[in-house]
């Protein structure tokens, strides 16, 4: 049987990285972002390496309408959906409070409202075929108080951790994807100097995604790539609050 997954972002980073490994894995793909030239370009060269379907929505995930034309996606019964990643995201240059507040809410929308409408899309629409899986790329910055960013992650983590127990009984999985660095076009496109983070620190966009995958077969709520950040967000998760609050911010 065919299955069919929709990424979101995925023109770059994780969310290409997720599009090419499911696309050898045979499944169709639902590709989405707001760069046409280059989901033609990305569908184009998935078609051309695993002989699977690839179809393209331009949509910026940061409007309504954007959510509503991927959500449509979700919900259209004679192209369904398997797996939903909800991958798309940015970041702002600057701390909340120095930032223009009309850009956070453009950040809200995109990290919140549309993981948030999709995964609704995606539940009802899953839930009435026998079930299906999601992932949501939230971050290990989830464990740790800083800004806004990774307020958002922390938010998807939860809601992520209680749908994966909620609808276990209509067959649908929901895992938290939580990586530390990865190379992409994240830093550079939010203006972040990372210049000062150390090479051990990185993660290759590839092995996310082959270990994101292997723990959603496992069924695992929250999977965070790599034995050293597992290390790292076991200490955020567990050690004092106000000390993890501390360091975080001498991280700046
Ligand atoms: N890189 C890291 O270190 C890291 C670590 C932890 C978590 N993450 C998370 O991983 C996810 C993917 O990030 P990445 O590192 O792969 O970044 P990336 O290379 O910058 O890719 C971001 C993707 O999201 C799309 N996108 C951005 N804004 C969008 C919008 N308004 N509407 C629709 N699509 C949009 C971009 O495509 P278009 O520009 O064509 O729209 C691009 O395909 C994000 O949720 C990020 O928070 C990243």
Redesign the pocket.
Known sequence: MTHRALV??????????FAQELGKRGYDLVI????TD??ESVAADIRDRSGVEVDVVT?????DQ?MQVASNALTDTTRPVDLLVN?????LAGWFGTTDIADED?QLD??VR?PMHLMDAAIKTMAGRGGGQIIN?????AFTPRGV?SAH?AWLVNLSRWADVHYDDVNISVQA?????????????GEMDVSGVPRWMW?K?DKVVTASLADLARDKAVSVPSARYKVLAALARHLPAPFVTRMAKRGR
Do not use: M, W
Not at 32 to 35: C, F, I, L, N, Q
Not at 59 to 63: G, R, V
Not at 87 to 91: D, E, I, M, P, Y
């Open positions: 979101t972002g995925a023109t770059s980073g994780i969310g290409l990285a989405v972002a707001r760069t280059r989901l949509a910026d995930l940061s409007t954007g991958n798309a995201g940015a970041s453009r995109l990290l549309a790329v939230a971050s290990v910055a960013y992650k994807l939580c990586p530390g660095f990865v190379r992409t076009e994240f830093h550079q496109r993660l966009a």
